[in-house]
């Protein structure tokens, strides 16, 4: 009787192929040093038994442990599933690591830490001990605290910085946040607005610096002053609600606003409501987030769709690279796309000027 597949373990390949589980587990690793023959005979066992190789079994040998770790911090992350208000960075980064690690025979796990300054080392230092992961992805603004980066280096573990070009250990990755914005600026530019608000979030993401340059470059190479509008919040909605405040107090208020995260341009989208606008007639609205609740508001966000889910897998594929060969030292990027829907509209002529 043939013996179910969810039964077979290392052990049973070991006794039917008359070897150690030492040597199974170095065939199931493709580990140098094993004869042609003794690779034969054991493969011959794995699939006359049907055996799916485990975590467990993959990491008898010592060398790896075929666990990705994503680290995110603990209090934000807690905020916003409670606050349920249909954010999906987390989603996103699940689903770019957890495939392409599936694709390598790895697991993904993310690992919630506190990474307040006194707390952290204790954290994941035992996160790390628990789980002795084959490579770390830092999320922002954890990719750039020297805290985080100095641990994760002193230890030997490849780690990837997303949101990050700071020079130091690692793989300093970004999402292209630069020419996302650029993208943005463009698009209402072509639509004839001259007037283009910009509301950014808080100076300790360096991602935020990014996105205000390209903002600031589209608008020069327009011909068009960006002088005095611009506005800075937290990416949370209050600041953003005060920030489109501020900027539709102006004698001149913007006719277009970009706002740096989906709860601020849901703010912004009240804010100018509540002050009898119209949007997109009298106020083009982009944000750059393209998370689910952006796509439900009346009218549906023209967005910056943030390539988290293809730049977490391309982490991934890195930091099990960086095992073979040394990474690349220039910053990995990859760029957004710029999805239209209708909250971007023709320049209303009166505010164009």
């Known amino acids: 009787m043939a013996r179910r597949r969810q039964s077979v373990t290392i052990k049973h390949v070991a006794a039917d192929a008359g070897v150690s589980l030492q040597t199974v587990s170095r065939v199931i690793n493709n580990e140098p040093n094993v004869r042609s023959a003794m690779k034969e005979r054991v493969q011959a066992s794995i699939d006359k038994l049907g055996y799916v190789p485990s975590i467990a079994a993959q990491r008898m040998s010592g060398s790896r442990s075929y666990i990705i770790l994503a680290i995110n911090d603990r209090d934000l992350t807690i905020a916003d599933w409670r606050a349920r208000e249909g954010r999906d960075w987390v989603d996103q980064m699940l689903l770019g690591g957890m495939l392409t690690c599936a694709e390598h025979g790895y697991r993904m796990l993310i690992e919630l830490v506190d990474t307040h300054n006194d707390h952290v080392e204790r954290e994941l230092g035992a996160a790390i001990a628990a789980l002795q992961p084959d490579g770390v992805i830092l999320t922002p603004p954890n990719s750039e605290n020297a805290l985080i980066t100095g641990l994760l280096a002193e230890r030997g573990i490849p780690f990837a910085r997303i949101g990050s070009m700071q020079e130091g250990p690692g793989i300093a990755m970004t999402m292209g946040d630069k020419h996302n914005a650029r993208l943005a600026t463009e698009h209402l530019i072509e639509l004839g607005h001259e007037r283009i608000g910009f509301i950014a979030g808080p100076a300790d993401f360096s991602l935020s610096e990014w ?62 409501r509540g002050r009898g606008l119209d949007i997109p007639k009298d106020l083009s609205l982009i944000s750059f987030d393209n998370s689910p609740i952006v796509r439900f508001t009346q009218p549906a966000l023209t967005a910056i769709d943030q390539p988290i889910a293809a730049t977490t897998a391309r982490a991934v594929e890195l930091l099990i690279e960086a095992r073979k060969r040394k990474p690349a030292e220039r910053p990995v990027t990859l760029e957004g796309e710029l999805v239209v829907r209708g909250s971007t509209a023709q320049a209303p002529a009166l505010g164009a000027g």
């Open 211 to 272: 996105r205000i340059e390209g903002w600031q470059q589209a608008m020069k190479h327009g011909g068009l002053s960006h002088e005095g509008l611009f506005e800075r919040g937290d990416f949370g909605f209050d600041s953003g609600a005060q920030a489109a405040g501020k900027l539709l107090d102006l004698d001149r208020p913007p006719t277009a606003i970009i706002a740096s995260s989906d709860q601020m341009a849901l703010a912004t989208l009240e804010v100018a």
